[in-house]
């Protein structure tokens, strides 16, 4: 991303930097989510900032603030890894950074998953609440076991992704392939069949501290379920994480097979989100690129 830096001073008259994210900021943007908890690895950092673009607030080589935006094709995308340091919360930097992705964003439909503390700033710039996303985790039971399913669900295979990739644009209204060939570049994808036809699919991979069983994509809850067993069923004895909305109904069978909800976030949108369906999304690969 071209931008020129954006010089501020802070109350101590330090100054400030906001400038495009790069590689050499992913060790003081890991640092920054450590210090809130956040589960992400630098490696979690680094994927996401490949597939995105972002900011960073920097004073003498420290960062204090970041935000990355993901666009989606000309008319999509999504925001979040927003982090501003407790040192310097307070003097306007968490808005400055979200007009500087807006303004990258430019007139596309942004979509984002938002946590109590940032919810006024993103009212105040016309984002809309449209649903609410629960976190789910836990150790899979070591006695975990799929049903048996293999004419229905199925490893996916090459000649699945176009197919794959249909699926999510009905299911998101979003053109996601760079994000699709990603994933499926570091974790393992399950398809489901119907007429011998792919109609959902899922994905699984290392991801903060431990695994990540999304995207889950699939044309009802009984298809997502069948799907997600498939996935749990490799990672028996490992923590792993979903993400879903609370209008898919998964979040009680989540919580019953152990994976337990420990948060949530507001989903909120700024524009009109294009049309979906029938397919469905029913986990997110996680709450900033969705």
């Avoid at 960073?56 to 927003?82: K, N, S």
């Avoid at 150790?139 to 699926?167: G, K, Q, Y």
Wanted: with cysteine; glycine share 10%; aromatic share 6%.
């Amino acid at each position: 991303m071209e931008t020129a830096a954006i010089q501020n001073r802070d109350q101590a008259g330090d100054e400030v930097a906001m400038v495009p994210f790069s590689a050499r900021h992913l060790p003081g943007a890991h640092k920054l989510s450590l210090d809130l908890r956040w589960p992400y690895r630098l490696d979690d950092w680094a994927f996401a900032i490949e597939l995105g673009q972002g900011f960073v607030l920097e004073r003498q080589g420290e960062v204090l603030g970041t935000a990355a935006w993901f666009p989606y094709g000309d008319t999509c995308a999504t925001i979040g890894m927003i982090i501003v340091a407790d040192a310097v919360q307070g003097r306007g930097y968490g808005a400055r950074l979200m007009d500087a992705l807006l303004a990258a964003a430019g007139p596309r439909t942004i979509l984002l998953n938002a946590t109590p503390e940032g919810q006024a700033l993103y009212l105040r710039r016309g984002f809309r609440p449209v649903g609410t996303i629960h976190q789910h985790q836990g150790i899979v039971p070591a006695t975990f076991e799929a049903a048996s399913t293999a004419d229905i669900v199925r490893p996916m295979v090459p000649e699945d992704f176009d197919a794959m990739l249909r699926r999510d644009r009905e299911a998101t209204g979003f053109e996601r392939r760079p994000l699709l060939e990603r994933l499926l570049d570091v974790g393992e994808a399950d398809v489901l069949l119907r007429d011998g036809e792919v109609a959902g699919y899922a994905v699984s991979r290392v991801w903060g501290r431990g695994h990540v069983v999304g995207p889950v994509v699939a044309p009802t809850p009984q298809d997502a379920r069948l799907l997600i067993e498939a996935a749990l069923s490799r990672l028996q004895g490992r923590f792993v994480r979903i993400d879903t909305d609370v209008e898919t109904g998964l979040s009680p069978w989540l919580a019953e097979i152990g994976l337990l909800q420990v948060s949530d976030a507001l989903v909120m949108v700024l524009g009109q989100m294009p049309p979906t369906g029938p397919a469905r999304v029913f986990a997110l690969s996680n709450q900033s690129l969705n």
